[in-house]
C-alpha cells in the first residue's frame, strides 16, 4: 500500500479538487450551451406550436396524420436533429453518465470507436421526440431497443416511427427506428407500445385553431 506524508496527501487533494473544478466549470459552461438550444435559457425560445410538443431551432419532423381521430396502422412520424457536442454534455450532465468515451477525446481514441460518440440513450431519446409529435397526447408504455451502430458527436439523425398494429382501447404497437443520415444508416431498430390520450382541452383547442 502506498502511504502518503500529510503534506503530499494534501498536495494530491488540492491538485485533485482543481482538476474537478476545472473540468465541472468546462461541463457547466457546455451544458449551459446546450440548454440555451433547446430554450431552456434566456436569449432563446422554443417555438409554441400549440399542440403537444414545442419546436426547436432547426428541428424538423413531417407525420402522415393531423388528428387523433384518424390514427390508423401505416402512420408515420419523423423526427430530425443534430446531435451537438452540447447536446452530449448536457445529457451527461442531467443523466450522471459521465463514460469518457462520450467526453475524453484522448480517451475515447483508444478505444475501439477510435472517437467519441454519442450515448446511445441520448440517440434513442430521438424516437421519443417523433412519439411526442404524433397527434394526441402519447404515453410510453414500454420500448424495446437493438443498438446496431454508434453515433458520431455533430451527426443527423432522423427517428422513424410507424404504426403497425392498433392493441385498442388508445393504445398501439409502433416500429422505432433511428437512421444517421450521413450514409443512411439505421443505428437503432426496435418496438414501442404506446398510449395515446386526447389533448388537454386547452391544447386541443389551440391546436384547432392553427
Do not use: C
Request: hydrophobic share 40%; aromatic share 6%.
Amino acid at each position: 500500500m502506498t502511504r502518503y506524508t500529510r503534506t503530499e496527501a494534501g498536495d494530491l487533494t488540492t491538485a485533485w479538487v482543481e482538476a474537478t473544478k476545472h473540468w465541472t466549470e468546462s461541463l457547466l459552461e457546455a451544458q449551459r450551451g446546450a440548454l440555451a438550444a433547446v430554450g431552456l435559457v434566456e436569449d432563446v425560445e422554443l417555438e409554441d406550436t400549440k399542440g403537444t410538443a414545442y419546436a426547436g431551432p432547426e428541428w424538423e419532423f413531417e407525420r402522415s396524420v393531423e388528428s387523433p381521430d384518424a390514427i390508423s396502422v401505416g402512420d408515420t412520424v419523423r423526427f430530425t436533429k443534430t446531435l451537438s457536442e452540447e447536446d452530449v454534455v448536457a445529457f451527461a450532465a442531467a443523466s450522471g453518465d459521465t463514460n469518457r468515451l462520450h467526453l475524453d477525446d484522448d480517451f475515447a481514441e483508444e478505444t475501439r470507436f477510435g472517437g467519441r460518440i454519442v450515448h446511445g440513450t441520448l440517440v434513442a431519446g430521438i424516437i421519443s421526440a417523433a412519439l411526442a409529435r404524433i397527434p394526441g397526447l402519447t404515453i410510453y408504455l414500454s420500448q424495446d431497443l437493438r443498438f446496431l451502430a454508434p453515433v458520431e458527436i455533430g451527426a443527423t439523425v432522423t427517428a422513424e416511427t410507424e404504426i403497425l398494429e392498433d392493441l385498442g382501447d388508445n393504445k398501439y404497437r409502433l416500429r422505432t427506428d433511428v437512421i444517421d443520415q450521413t450514409d443512411e444508416e439505421t443505428v437503432i431498430e426496435g418496438e414501442a407500445v404506446v398510449l395515446i390520450d386526447d389533448l388537454p382541452s386547452d391544447a386541443e383547442h389551440s391546436a384547432a385553431g392553427q
